[in-house]
T-cell receptor
Framework: KAGVTQTPRYLIKTRGQQVTLSCSPI?????VSWYQQTPGQGLQFLFE???????NKGNFPGRFSGRQFSNSRSEMNVSTLELGDSALYLC????????????FGEGSRLTVL | DAKTTQPPSMDCAEGRAANLPCNHS???????VYWYRQIHSQGPQYIIH???NNETNEMASLIITEDRKSSTLILPHATLRDTAVYYC????????????FGTGTSLTVIP
């Protein structure tokens, strides 16, 4: 069974630009979560989508948004990029059951210059 | 916020058991304990989880104290590939897959 696929793996943007990251979950998984990882703040929850609906949202500004498609693939978007948005963005999929574990992708490493 | 406390770092000799402690003194009765690990530059990997009984799988064992205020993850025969940051997480019910990872324990397995 294929794992969680994130694209692109690496990207460089400049301040003020926007970026879209993509995540393809494991086949059959209906939940997709996004996390941001930085050296200073560690792993922080951004949001979770389940069956195309946002189920939970972390404490991030509105510049961070996401969506999920009918095939469970998900995208997250960051608008008006700031230097502090430089991070590893991780996507995790889950069957969506109450005690389902998360399966993480390798992440998309964003550098904002 | 993370509801767990872990030592920042630990060493373990290769082939020996690695015992990683976690304190979660404010845990509620319906909150599960999860363990994940993250090898450098990779996404976190699920290891094991439990509620109040001890659990074992092919990767590790989880020992939860009777009062549930602490737990220990045991890697029975540590290898160099077990060098990673280990996260102990208390999962709050009704928050879906919103996990608070905290700072974790950096385990170094020494040859």
């Amino acid at each position: 069974k294929a794992g969680v696929t994130q694209t692109p793996r690496y990207l460089i943007k400049t301040r003020g630009q926007q970026v879209t990251l993509s995540c393809s979950p494991i086949s059959g998984h209906r939940s997709v979560s996004w996390y941001q990882q930085t050296p200073g703040q560690g792993l922080q929850f951004l949001f979770e989508y389940f069956s195309e609906t946002q189920r939970n949202k972390g404490n991030f500004p509105g510049r961070f948004s996401g969506r999920q498609f009918s095939n469970s693939r998900s995208e997250m978007n960051v608008s008006t990029l700031e230097l502090g948005d430089s991070a590893l963005y991780l996507c995790a999929s889950s069957p969506g059951t109450v005690t389902g574990e998360l399966f993480f992708g390798e992440g998309s490493r964003l550098t904002v210059l | 916020d993370a509801k767990t406390t872990q030592p920042p770092s630990m060493d373990c000799a290769e082939g020996r058991a690695a015992n990683l402690p976690c304190n979660h003194s404010t845990i509620s009765g319906n909150e599960y304990v999860y363990w994940y690990r993250q090898i450098h530059s990779q996404g976190p990997q699920y290891i094991i989880h439990g509620l109040k009984n001890n659990e074992t799988n092919e990767m590790a064992s989880l020992i939860i104290t009777e009062d549930r205020k602490s737990s220990t993850l045991i890697l029975p025969h540590a290898t160099l590939r077990d060098t990673a940051v280990y996260y102990c997480i208390v999962r709050v019910p009704n928050t879906g897959n919103q996990f608070y990872f905290g700072t974790g324990t950096s385990l170094t397995v020494i040859p």
